[in-house]
């Protein structure tokens, strides 16, 4: 799964996206102002959305290929994908700290990093609000702002709370399909315990397949057994997408609910199953595009 | 002394060859014939180990079974029917496989040498593929003379056993090629051919195996095995020897030839 | 090709590829200083080096990029390309066809099986299991499989003491094919992460180099490799067809024996340390072949050496095309090797035939 992101969903969250947006490029002019150089290895966009958050952006030398957001992480040299990194390559950006989602790997390369002594901090990941507020806290106390972070998290947490609260007034949960990919016509879903699940439920709705755990290849029949009465699918540019057309066209798909009524969620990725800083908003908008305004 | 004693093939449930005996002595050319199917190739893949078969086969005295391979390869040489390279080996570097085993490999000159007996030295260079069949046929030819190049080694006499040696040549290099075999039996090696032509066998064999249905129908001089009554009953249709054709009739007999023959002398 | 004007100088391939030797050799010895000096941190060899010249301390980082990350990658590197090529070398002679690979023998079907069933069934191994292997787990699993499917392929195709050389092939076909099914069923089972880990393992890499690996893998590698040095005249003799390699001497079925161990064992630990790398086993024999000749004495050591250079820089562009992230070498082989394989089928199409 590739999380791709949008630049066109505008997210006014909060009030360092004004400083961030000055930032830009120049990372180096930035840092030498603070005097002191960027040392901070991020890996996983939702580690790097909340280092921003948290006003830590200048301590930042490098991102993984998942860090898409804010759109100025995107200037930092990228040190591969989460899950393939090299040692070398890692060292190579002089990390004195190194801040990780769960997952990262390969084995050799993070037994190689604790060889070159450069302290790795794993933040632990649950899909749920509490989650978002624990990795919030654990990204705060790594970096050493504590403070800040508690007043992040808090912050977070209660407007999570909100959101969530304001979902559970939706009436009848609706049921809620979420597709990974539809290559070849076979369907990648979504079952339990995966960041969609839980985005599914913050928002107030059901998980239409509980049967099994992960993303894993369903059959037609099972599609159409779960009856969901919308499908949930990330936003992607590219040719790859499948319009909804003919999404709705999958013999599998044809026959459910959602079809009958032409319901599609497209969201960005990074912004829907990230668990991060926008989870609030995030709940808040799929809440919305399922039950409408 | 090559000798092959109750040899029996069965190849799947066909009996291919059925309890033949065969001798061919050191010094001499023997040649195997007799009508297609008859048995003469099975018989000679017998004497090289290349089929299961049942009887004994003594080479120099020595039974062949239970030899190492190159134990076999130094006191006899192999050239098969037709042979396909793999790779795009030059000639140079076909004949110079011979000079794998036995005792000739230190001397690489030897493989320009047998090029040369066998005519080809201006294709040392050339791609064994580019070749055509007769010119494959020869170059294999110069990689078994270096394998057994001295006819006679340590006293004991090496031998060439050819399938088939001449099918694919034209009547000149039929000639050639008959000629050093025969000059290979006449320094004290031995020679074992199956052959095809039966005026070439005339002409150059010392002795020859009359094979039909799988069963040995004569053994014996050229003047003895090669008689009407034994071709006719072997090849399933009415032969005589030595009667010329109708006037009229064209015949081309190699007899004739009148070939530019060098004697076989091992360096 | 035109006939030489003197018969009695025949020009001498095997001079040149003995000459190779040496050419490969230094290639190699410059490769791999360009393997240690080059990567995607600003570490340098050469002041490393002056400084131990000096007598002076190496900082631990220039200690871990230098010692613990590019010098096994070298070592591994080495082992890696080297049983590529010679194994490619050796299966093109066995099965006398210039395509042929070590997925002929089953080795890498199973082996991306072991890997495979390691990453997706890991999870629900003993954990005592699990702790002993560690991260060796899936190499382990891989060349397991690797060896094992070899063995299955090389009973089925064995009567009588013989091996059939194309009952392997079709054997193998098979079997191949089975264990893509069984493959098909552990992907649909397995979830989204050891997805990922699959299909990155799929494209190889030398990324996750460590000694511990290189220690293991390496005389594993050695050995077979040595013993495939032992095969030149063998397979020289079998390209004229196994009858004749008898007659001259070569005892075919001890051959045959060697050859698939050997490449059983080198390209099963190959794979089992880098996932799957392509072309090299192809590329390197056919362009020997072009350049000296297809006499195999010389044939597999100059594999050995060319493949081995060949994949320290396919490594070395691997890791520093995108730094500091690493493009997985795999894709590195194919974007070089294919190009490469395709000018010399286009440029000597006549040769294809030989």
Redesign the interface.
Known sequence: MRRAFSRRKALPILAFTFATALWGGSAALWAAGENTQPDLLSLGGSVTEIVYALGQQHRLVARDTTSVFPPEAADLPDVGYLRALSAEGVLSVSPALIISEEGAGPPETIELLQTASVPFVTVPETYTAQGVVDKILAVGKALDVEPKAQELAHNVGRKLDAAQHAATQSGIPKRVLFILSTNGGRILASGTGTAADGIIKMAGAVNALVEFEGYKPVTDEAVSAAAPDVILMMDRRGDHATSNEELLALPAITTTPAAKSQSVVRMDGLYLLGFGPRTAQAVTDLNTALYGG | MLTARNISVTLGHAQVLAHVDFTARAGQLTAIVGPNGSGKTTLLRAL???VDYSGTVLLNGTDTQGQ???????QR??L?QA????????V???V???L???TAATHDSRA?QAL?RVGL???????Y??LSGGEQQRVQLARVLC?VWAPVEDGAPRWLLLDEPVASLDIGHQLEVMEIARGFARSGGGVVAVMHDLNLTALYADEVAMLAGGRLLAHGTPADVLTDATLSDAYGCALRVNTAPQAGHTFILPHAANLMTENWSAS | ?T??SD??T??D??HAARAAHLWLALLLVVVSLASLAWGASGTSLWAALAKLARGEPLTQLEAVILWDIRAPRLALGICVGASLAVSGAVMQ?LF???LADPGLVGVSAGAGLGAIIAIVLGAALPVWLVEITGNALVPVAAFMGGWASTMVLYRVATRGGRTSVATMLLAGIALGALAGAVSGVLVYIADDSQLRDLTFWGLGSLAGATWAKTLVAAPLIALSLGAAMTLG?GL??????E??A???????QRMKNIAILTVAGATGAAVAVSGGIGFIGIVVPHLL?LAT???HRTLLINSALLGASLLLVADVISRTIIAPAELPIGIVTAVLGAPVFLWILLRRRT?M??
């Not at chain 2, 190492?68 to 130094?74: E, G, M, V």
């Not at chain 2, 042979?83 to 030059?90: E, I």
């Not at chain 2, 030295?121 to 791609?127: G, L, V």
């Open positions: 090289t180990g290349d190492r391979p190159w134990q076999l390869a130094a040489a192999v098969p042979t396909t390279m793999a790779f795009p080996f030059t140079i570097e076909v110079r496989i011979g794998t085993n036995g320009m040369r030295a201006h294709y040392a260079n050339r791609f593929q580019e394998q | 090709m006939a030489i018969l009695d025949p020009r391939r095997l002679g006398r066809n210039p005249d020289n003799g079998l390209a004229m067809g009858a004749t008898h007659h001259i001497g070569i005892p075919v072949r000749g297809p006499d040769m035939e030989l």
